[in-house]
């Protein structure tokens, strides 16, 4: 784990401070409490949330080409059935989110907690994040819903030139605002990168948060993972004694979960970019404040193939003469057409996903 004194100039400090010294702790017993809630709320939420989107034909369009202009024989093969499932299920996760978090500040009202989770140091950034990459994944599911767009939804290049602007907005925020100016790398200690930090940090945002919405593509598979990732982050933010942004990651891995509980195959409804957009961009977030963002390729490490196998793909089909590496990318899609079947390889991939999350959580610690 990255070692942080109040006092050693560390960008890291002005956090550790606030949330130490400005800030009570939030103690772990409400962190499991707010998880629960939570995951209660959205629990609650769900069946009232699907009638309103099926009464609103709010449903998912299948894909009517790759990323290259081709045909998705695979996609079409494998999930022809899911036409018309109810999308946008990510407006279920921000809500219990939002209500978990609003309920905090109640508690705090009352007296029945020392401190409510909407705090400017540590929760603030990551959850702004999340509205601003849901608004936008909002608005591509929308187009997709009503049929705009070449293939549906936003475009790619408006699609990726808005992330750029919301990742840069961040990027300066963190570097000017709050001083963040190195990275720690595990088992070596602080890398100063100074203005290096910027395109650092876009990349490493709009990565995440592409990642994650490319993996949204089986049932259950991205909710799983973000369960086992933001899980992770909460146990490293508790552990650098940020109690209240860990208490945040609580409360997303019982969002998340809530939304998981119908999302498994076969999915009641499913995610969107609403939803994967915007979850992503938070895990980004959450890697940059507690300083943990070379761990998080580990923690996140299906998301990384995901995106890899992406563009292996396209790169071969470009310099190859449209040889393939896989069947179909992402690679889910490729283990679906050897025949897998959906929940073999969604639950394959959490099993991955989880040991590579405890390998992160190792190296974080001990790094």
Known sequence: ????????????????????????????????????????????????????????RVGKQLRVETVDG????????????????????????W???????????????????????????????????????????????????IGVGKKRGLDVLPKILTLIVIGTMGALWFYFKLGYDSIYVPYYGTLSVGLWYIPIFLFVLVGTANAVNVTDGL???????????????????????????SAFCAVCVGAV???????????????????????GGGLAVIAMMIDQVLVLPLIGFVFVVEMLSVIIQLLSKKYRGGKKV?????IHHHFEALDWGESKVTMRLWIVGGFAAMLGVIVGVFG
């Open 257 to 279: 979960a809530a939304f998981l509980w119908h999302n498994v195959p076969p999915a009641r409804f499913i995610m969107g970019d609403t939803g994967s957009l915007a979850l």
């Open 1 to 56: 784990m990255s070692n942080v004194s109040f006092y050693d100039g560390s960008p890291y400090a002005p956090l550790m401070l606030d949330a130490v010294i400005l800030r009570p702790d939030v103690p772990l017993m409400h962190i499991l409490l707010y998880a629960c809630f939570a995951f209660a709320v959205g629990l609650l939420l769900t069946p009232s949330f699907i009638r309103f989107l099926i009464r609103n």
């Open 95 to 145: 809500a219990s989110i939002l209500l978990t978090v609003l309920f905090s500040r109640l508690l705090s009202y009352g007296g029945f907690a020392e401190s409510s989770l909407l705090q400017r140091g540590q929760v603030y950034l990551p959850l702004g994040t999340m509205v601003a990459l849901g608004l936008l994944g909002g608005l591509d599911d929308y187009l997709n819903i």
């Open 70 to 93: 081709q045909d998705p024989s695979v996609f079409r093969k494998y999930h022809q059935h899911k036409f018309g499932t109810p999308t946008m299920g990510g407006i279920l996760v």
């Open 219 to 245: 049932d259950g598979l991205a909710g799983g993972l973000l369960v086992i990732a933001f899980g992770s982050f909460s146990v490293l933010a508790y552990l650098e004694g940020l109690t209240v942004l």
């Open 326 to 330: 896989f069947r179909a990318a992402p």
